[in-house]
């Protein structure tokens, strides 16, 4: 062999590698509506919320600075990350009813996390926030609702459908009707009751033992139950969907009174406990060592939660106003076009593949759990499948290398968003929340002011072709602007226009990953004059 050979596969064999012939466990915890700085190791001393567990997770393992959502909301979000695609490619929901008698996407069960990981040999369990879309039984065979379901029987179509051996779930948010709890799709307990919450107090159909402050403390309960039965001999997947720190604002007994920054971080301490009562569990069955346990939220922190239990129009302005910033140094929050609705933390911990304390700047999506998930069990996916999922495996085992992905297409509730590099572009003029919601108030500016201003600006009436031209659309350099203050669209209309048609090749190739060309469920265009997602006085511009 020659000599210089030799150095080069002592190296090899040296490298910590991420195909151990035993499979990892996998445990994903998903918090709802936790803002990036809501964590202490992302926020330091603009965070005024204790999380020691999240901390000595990220202490143990991989920090990820530059991961994104596709979505600044919850469903679709969920979406992208168990399907690899994005979500804006699916077609309409069916079966469709109020908040959590929404009904699922055809199609999203094509494909998941949980059959990926299925045919690899392992078991899967979800525990937790569901939101994917239910088919329940209806006393009338028309759409399910407020009072046209059966709950004496089963789910139609749920989890089961998407692969998972195991579930135990809330079909919505815990401040969306029914509350009450599904397991492997039958319903626990007697869903007689009508209950709602503070927030909203969407009053609807409950069990008549299903408590809001309960909630959490159940899923831990469920999370340790499924662990608990796991062996070695056998890998297995766990996708924990926490309900907070979404509104309703309601910690469990032994938060309330915890921080000392009021009721809301009673709340994100309790999710904070999430990551101690996983790590036990698995310490207690001696898989610890080869789990890689993953946690991340499905977007920002929402604007109209904090300490006043009320859902009230930009409260989290109080809690900015005490010294806690839950969007870190970013701009915006849930709903919106900025980082501060799209950028969330991201943690790995996996003893012995993973470096501890460490960080990494690679841009990264939600959507590449399934591409990621593929290459750590070698995983085979057809050509159809998780279309939009890049794997970041190797950024697992050296987090400096470069990272695969480019590029990555998020959206606002009321806009595309296009990441190329350290530019972003938001095919809106402001904030891309929605216009007429007191619940988005706080992401300044907003759709009405910004469309005008825009307008004004232009001084004429627009073409469809001018809506994606500056003043109508936010060009920034995150590499020096990570707040998103100055938009660079009219000086650089060049770069404008070739995220443009970045976005629009992603469309018409129904894919953004190499591959045959794909379709989307629906068709699909950047921005339309006749969009609903415009204002209505722009939308009347055409008539």
Same mark, same amino acid.
């Given at each position: 062999m020659p000599l210089r050979i030799l150095p080069i596969l002592l190296f090899v064999l040296l490298l910590p590698s991420l195909h151990s012939a035993e499979k990892p466990n996998i445990v994903f915890i998903l918090a709802d509506d936790l803002g990036i700085g809501d964590v202490h190791c992302y926020g330091g001393e603009r965070c005024l919320i204790e999380t020691p567990n999240i901390d000595a997770l990220a202490a143990g393992g991989l920090r990820f600075t530059d991961a994104h959502v596709n979505y600044s909301a919850c469903g679709p979000t969920r979406r992208a990350i168990m399907t690899g695609r994005y979500n804006w490619r699916f077609g309409s929901a069916v079966n469709h009813g109020p908040w959590g008698?929404?009904?699922?996407?055809?199609?999203?069960?094509?494909?998941?996390?949980?059959?990926?990981?299925?045919?690899? %040999?392992?078991?899967t369990g979800y525990v937790g926030k569901w939101h994917l879309g239910t088919v329940m039984p209806t006393l009338d065979g028309e759409t399910q609702g407020l009072t046209n379901v059966d709950f004496t029987k089963p789910l139609i179509h749920g989890p089961i459908q998407f692969?998972?051996?195991?579930?135990?779930?809330?079909?919505?948010?815990?401040?969306? /009707? !029914? /509350?009450?709890?599904?397991?492997?799709?039958?319903?626990?307990?007697?869903?007689?009751?009508? @209950? %709602?919450? &503070?927030?909203?107090?969407?009053?609807?159909?409950?069990?008549?033992?299903?408590?809001?402050?309960?909630?959490?403390?159940?899923? +831990?309960?469920?999370?340790?139950?499924?662990?608990? $039965?796991?062996? @070695?001999? =056998? !890998?297995?997947?766990?996708?924990?969907?926490?309900?907070?720190p979404h509104t309703p604002t309601s910690p469990g007994v032994h938060w309330q009174g915890k921080s000392e920054l009021g009721v809301y971080g009673d709340f994100v301490m309790e999710v904070d406990h999430s990551v101690e009562r996983v790590m036990k569990a698995l310490e207690a069955k001696g898989l610890d060592e080869n789990t890689l346990v993953l946690f991340s939220s499905d977007h920002g922190p929402a604007p109209y939660a904090g300490n006043i239990l009320a859902a009230t129009p930009a409260q989290i302005k109080q809690l900015e106003a005490a010294g *806690? +910033?839950?969007?870190?140094? *970013? =701009?915006? /929050? @849930?709903?919106?076009?900025?980082?501060?609705?799209?950028?969330?933390?991201?943690?790995?911990?996996?003893?012995?593949?993973?470096?501890?304390?460490?960080?990494?700047?690679?841009?990264?999506?939600?959507?590449?759990?399934?591409?990621?998930?593929?290459?750590?069990?070698?995983?085979?996916?057809?050509?159809?499948?998780?279309?939009?999922?890049?794997?970041?495996?190797?950024?697992? =085992?050296?987090?400096?290398?470069?990272?695969? =992905? $480019?590029?990555?297409?998020?959206?606002?509730?009321?806009?595309?968003?296009?990441?190329?590099?350290?530019?972003?572009?938001?095919?809106?003029?402001?904030?891309?929340? !929605?216009?007429?919601?007191?619940?988005?108030?706080? &992401?300044?500016?907003?759709? %009405?002011?910004a469309w005008r201003a825009a307008l004004d600006q232009f001084g004429g009436t627009p073409v469809e072709s001018d809506l994606l031209k500056a003043p109508f659309v936010?060009?920034?350099?995150?590499?020096?602007?990570? *707040?998103?203050?100055?938009?660079?669209?009219?000086?650089h209309p060049e770069r404008v226009a070739q995220m443009v048609a970045l976005l629009r090749k992603q469309i018409a190739d129904g894919r953004s990953t190499p591959g045959p060309v794909l379709k989307n469920d629906k068709n699909v265009k950047v921005v339309s004059l006749e969009d609903r997602r415009l204002p209505e006085f722009v939308r009347a511009l055409v008539k």
């Amino acid at each position: 062999m020659p000599l210089r050979i030799l150095p080069i596969l002592l190296f090899v064999l040296l490298l910590p590698s991420l195909h151990s012939a035993e499979k990892p466990n996998i445990v994903f915890i998903l918090a709802d509506d936790l803002g990036i700085g809501d964590v202490h190791c992302y926020g330091g001393e603009r965070c005024l919320i204790e999380t020691p567990n999240i901390d000595a997770l990220a202490a143990g393992g991989l920090r990820f600075t530059d991961a994104h959502v596709n979505y600044s909301a919850c469903g679709p979000t969920r979406r992208a990350i168990m399907t690899g695609r994005y979500n804006w490619r699916f077609g309409s929901a069916v079966n469709h009813g109020p908040w959590g008698f929404c009904g699922p996407r055809p199609g999203t069960e094509n494909s998941t996390l949980a059959k990926l990981l299925e045919k690899s %040999g392992y078991r899967t369990g979800y525990v937790g926030k569901w939101h994917l879309g239910t088919v329940m039984p209806t006393l009338d065979g028309e759409t399910q609702g407020l009072t046209n379901v059966d709950f004496t029987k089963p789910l139609i179509h749920g989890p089961i459908q998407f692969g998972f051996d195991y579930s135990f779930i809330l079909p919505g948010s815990l401040d969306m /009707y !029914p /509350y009450a709890f599904a397991r492997n799709h039958v319903w626990q307990g007697e869903v007689t009751a009508q @209950k %709602g919450w &503070s927030a909203f107090n969407r009053v609807g159909p409950a069990a008549q033992d299903f408590e809001d402050h309960e909630v959490l403390e159940t899923f +831990y309960g469920e999370a340790e139950t499924f662990i608990g $039965k796991q062996k @070695k001999d =056998r !890998p297995f997947f766990l996708f924990l969907a926490l309900t907070a720190p979404h509104t309703p604002t309601s910690p469990g007994v032994h938060w309330q009174g915890k921080s000392e920054l009021g009721v809301y971080g009673d709340f994100v301490m309790e999710v904070d406990h999430s990551v101690e009562r996983v790590m036990k569990a698995l310490e207690a069955k001696g898989l610890d060592e080869n789990t890689l346990v993953l946690f991340s939220s499905d977007h920002g922190p929402a604007p109209y939660a904090g300490n006043i239990l009320a859902a009230t129009p930009a409260q989290i302005k109080q809690l900015e106003a005490a010294g *806690h +910033y839950s969007n870190g140094p *970013h =701009r915006g /929050y @849930k709903f919106s076009a900025y980082e501060g609705g799209l950028r969330v933390p991201l943690i790995a911990r996996w003893p012995g593949v993973i470096p501890e304390g460490a960080t990494c700047d690679a841009l990264v999506g939600m959507n590449d759990f399934m591409a990621t998930f593929a290459e750590l069990t070698d995983g085979e996916m057809g050509d159809e499948e998780a279309p939009d999922s890049i794997s970041f495996a190797k950024l697992l =085992r050296d987090p400096e290398v470069e990272g695969t =992905r $480019k590029n990555l297409i998020m959206e606002s509730v009321r806009a595309f968003v296009v990441r190329d590099g350290d530019w972003k572009l938001c095919v809106c003029p402001g904030s891309g929340t !929605p216009a007429d919601s007191e619940n988005a108030a706080g &992401s300044d500016p907003m759709p %009405g002011v910004a469309w005008r201003a825009a307008l004004d600006q232009f001084g004429g009436t627009p073409v469809e072709s001018d809506l994606l031209k500056a003043p109508f659309v936010q060009l920034f350099n995150l590499a020096n602007d990570i *707040h998103e203050d100055v938009n660079l669209a009219a000086e650089h209309p060049e770069r404008v226009a070739q995220m443009v048609a970045l976005l629009r090749k992603q469309i018409a190739d129904g894919r953004s990953t190499p591959g045959p060309v794909l379709k989307n469920d629906k068709n699909v265009k950047v921005v339309s004059l006749e969009d609903r997602r415009l204002p209505e006085f722009v939308r009347a511009l055409v008539k």
